[in-house]
């Protein structure tokens, strides 16, 4: 998996894209912001879907050792 900084959204949220695949082959693209709540640090999924062919051909690309 790799997680990269996504761009800025328009109310200055910071977020991030996670680039993997499952326990079953598939790839997945999340998108994903971190949330205070009290002590802890939530992980607030945005969008998550699988990846088209040609994302994946890119993905495996530009990080074939992960």
């Known amino acids: 998996m790799v997680i990269l900084p996504d761009k800025e959204n328009p109310q200055g949220e910071r977020r991030f894209r996670a680039i993997g695949g499952t326990s079953k ?11 205070n709540h009290g002590k802890n640090v939530l992980l607030r999924p945005i969008s ?3 990846m088209h062919k040609r994302e994946v051909k890119n993905y495996e690309k530009d990080y074939p050792d992960v």
Do not use: E, M, Q
């Not at 082959?25 to 949330?35: E, I, Q, S």
């Open 48 to 50: 998550a879907r699988y």
């Open 25 to 35: 082959g598939r790839y997945v693209f999340v998108v994903f912001t971190l949330r």
